[in-house]
């Protein structure tokens, strides 16, 4: 078991303040927020063009004693929204870098590892797939997923132009979805077209400790 444990919740677009308040009211020493959007698991609204909406991701990295205090006071905070609200997950963290020092779980030589109910599956690939992979996700079984703006690093054999590396912007798709369903899921987005040059993307997976819906039940 992990020291650490991350905090992810996904809710709609200007609604972070309240749960990062809730999130520090009760023991966290704080977290980030990025924007990203939401992909709706619903064919018929993608199809309508209503699949897409703003969100905000908030992160927080804590002790994992203090964990289940700050996810039960964040879905407090969320009780009396709408159905479907956000989501709200848990992940392993086995290092943490904080004020210079390095802190880390101690492992047992068996390195025993933890069956998850769910997995994030994370895929990060060139602007404009990311639809293109949810699609393919979509017909895996997995439901929505939400997608950052992002950017390549360059390397040394990357183009130039007037001498600058030109660093393509990426997009990341974050989907959680059932362990069963974990590897169906990523062979549709390995047969992608878009993923099948050398450089053109990288999907991973890491075990979720915990996933609930947030809003009224």
Same mark, same amino acid.
Do not use: E, Q, Y
């Given at each position: 078991m992990s020291?650490?444990?991350?905090? $992810?919740?996904?809710?709609?677009?200007?609604?972070?303040?309240?749960?990062?308040?809730?999130?520090?009211? $009760?023991?966290?020493a704080g977290g980030t927020v990025l924007m990203g959007r939401g992909l709706t698991g619903s064919k018929f609204l993608s199809a309508l063009g209503l699949g897409e909406s703003l969100k905000d991701i908030l992160l927080f990295l804590c002790d994992k004693e203090k964990t289940n205090q700050i996810s039960v006071e964040i879905k407090k905070t969320c009780a009396n929204e709408r159905k479907n609200f956000g989501k709200i997950f848990i992940l392993d963290s086995q290092v943490m870098i904080k004020a210079g020092n390095i802190f880390s779980e101690e492992k047992d030589e068996g390195g025993d590892s933890m069956d998850y109910s769910y997995q994030l599956i994370s895929v990060i690939l060139n602007k404009g797939y990311?639809?293109?992979?949810?699609?393919?996700?979509?017909?895996?079984?997995? #439901? #929505? #997923?939400?997608?950052?703006? $992002?950017? #390549?690093?360059?390397r040394e054999d990357d183009e130039k132009f007037f001498g600058m590396h030109i660093v393509p912007e990426k997009e990341m798709l974050m989907m959680v979805v059932p362990s069963e369903k974990k590897d169906d899921v990523l062979k549709a987005i390995k047969e992608l077209p878009c993923l099948q040059q050398p450089g053109s993307g990288i999907a991973f997976c890491s075990g979720v400790d915990s996933f609930d819906i947030l809003g009224k039940k």
């Open positions: 020291m650490f444990k991350l905090i $992810a919740v996904i809710v709609p677009h200007n609604k972070a303040d309240r749960i990062s308040s809730s999130a520090v009211n $009760a023991g966290s990311a639809d293109d992979a949810m699609a393919a996700a979509r017909k895996a079984g997995a #439901g #929505g #997923g939400t997608v950052l703006n $992002a950017r #390549g690093t360059a």
